[in-house]
């Protein structure tokens, strides 16, 4: 059973910018959530995606958007990239929604 | 507006003896709430959890408490070892209108046992 996978791991783009991070959820696991983690604080919920349907939003603007896929895999995609983007973003997936979520490894994402 | 506080940004203990991590809640629909532990450069491991139905969870040397009438949960680790060195997260999940359940978690809490 492999875990939770994100990629890339690290990434610097340009303000202004587009940037798309993935995340291969947990084998048999339905159920996707993102965060975003900015230095010194908990994360915040960006959005949940449970059967391919976004069921759940935080505080992000819709340029901060995601994907589900038929096999459960996801994306978080962030246009007009924002120097305050800059944060650790995290994938989590669970078996049903409210269920412990198993994290990946995040991606690093640098705008400068 | 803080829904789940953390409100000890760190903790220093001795290796061997009781570490004692607090989490405090606003929301009264809060009915499942989660400990993680988190590492520097990885994402968050899952600890724990508790129901509301109960008031303690136990797992080895973790054990979860909690207080609903003070909206008040805490996470003991006895013994306290350096490999527990890491910052520990609390969240807590509801289910909303529509019936989903997302997590709101707290800042975290910087454990630190010294050997």
């Known amino acids: 059973e492999t875990g939770v996978t994100q990629s890339p791991t690290h990434l610097i783009k340009t303000r202004g910018q587009q940037v798309t991070l993935r995340c291969s959820s947990q084998?048999?696991?339905?159920?996707v959530s993102w965060y975003q983690q900015a230095l010194g604080q908990g994360p915040q919920f960006i959005f949940q995606y449970y059967r391919e349907e976004e069921n759940g939003r935080g505080n992000f603007p819709p340029r901060f958007s995601g994907l589900q896929f038929p096999n459960y895999s996801s994306e978080l995609n962030v246009n007009a990239l924002e120097l305050d983007d800059s944060a650790l973003y995290l994938c989590?997936?669970?078996?049903?929604?409210?269920?412990?979520?198993?994290f990946g490894q995040g991606t690093r994402l640098t705008v400068v | 507006d803080q829904q789940v506080k953390q409100n000890s940004p760190s903790l220093s203990v001795q290796e061997g003896r009781i570490s004692i991590l607090n989490c405090d809640y606003t929301?009264?629909?809060?009915?499942?709430f989660l400990w993680y532990k988190k590492y520097p450069a990885e994402g968050p491991t899952f600890l724990i959890s508790?129901?509301?139905i109960k008031d303690k969870n136990e797992d080895g040397r973790f054990t979860v408490f909690l207080n609903k009438s003070a909206k008040h949960l805490s996470l003991h680790i006895v013994p306290s070892q350096p490999g527990d060195s890491a910052v520990y997260f609390c969240?807590?999940?509801?289910?909303?209108?529509?019936?989903?359940?997302?997590?709101?978690w707290g800042l975290g809490t910087s454990l630190a046992v010294n050997p």
């Open positions: 508790i129901s509301s």
């Open positions: 969240a807590a999940s509801a289910r909303n209108a529509g019936n989903n359940r997302k997590l709101i």
């Open positions: 084998s048999g696991h339905n159920t």
């Open positions: 929301n009264s629909m809060f009915d499942y």
């Open positions: 989590a997936s669970s078996l049903e929604q409210g269920d412990e979520a198993f």
